[in-house]
């Protein structure tokens, strides 16, 4: 903040940050992070279901017994919503488009342009080998989950972790 002229801050930055934000923006950002935090419980661990046969109550048995929910299946089931069927094929679906221009950034971008930047950038073996593959997951996870309307939140929940 020291770096910034103060006639800047007081003219502003500082008036800003007193301007009420639209209700549409708060109930989207209120949205965001309960339906996050659904996914979260849901795909964010290990889970183990307790079954009779458990030698104790807090034991599960694994195999039959166990499901596995991770950030890298959250991750094909956000990619599979947002293209309406299996991702990543050398064409996406214009419903994906839609939801990716969204973002300021690729706003003026052509489905060309961002068909391959999904390819190359968000192509689950594009992944860098040295990094922890639930770091890369989850902040594309956040990245897109972002992009969808609070209607396509519920929606996903609905489809991929309430079926």
Not at 52 to 67: D, I, K, V
Not at 90 to 117: A, G, S, V
């Amino acid at each position: 903040m020291s770096l910034i002229p103060t006639d800047v801050l007081i003219n502003n930055l500082i008036p800003y940050t007193y301007n009420s934000q639209s209700p549409k923006l708060l109930y989207d950002l209120k949205n965001y992070i309960e339906d996050f935090s659904i996914l979260e419980e849901t795909y964010g661990v290990f889970r183990k279901l307790q079954t009779p046969a458990a030698p104790h109550p807090g034991q599960a048995l694994l195999g039959a017994a166990e499901t596995l929910y991770n950030y890298g299946i959250l991750y094909y089931d956000l990619l599979e919503y947002c293209n309406n069927g299996p991702p990543f094929g050398y064409e996406m679906d214009d419903k994906f488009f839609n939801i990716f221009q969204r973002h300021i950034m690729y706003k003026n971008y052509t489905k060309t342009m961002i068909n391959k930047y999904i390819f190359y950038k968000f192509n689950i073996f594009y992944i860098e080998l040295d990094k922890d593959f639930d770091d890369i997951y989850k902040k594309k996870i956040r990245f897109l989950w972002g992009l969808l309307k609070p209607v396509e939140r519920i929606q996903f929940i609905n489809k991929y972790v309430l079926k």
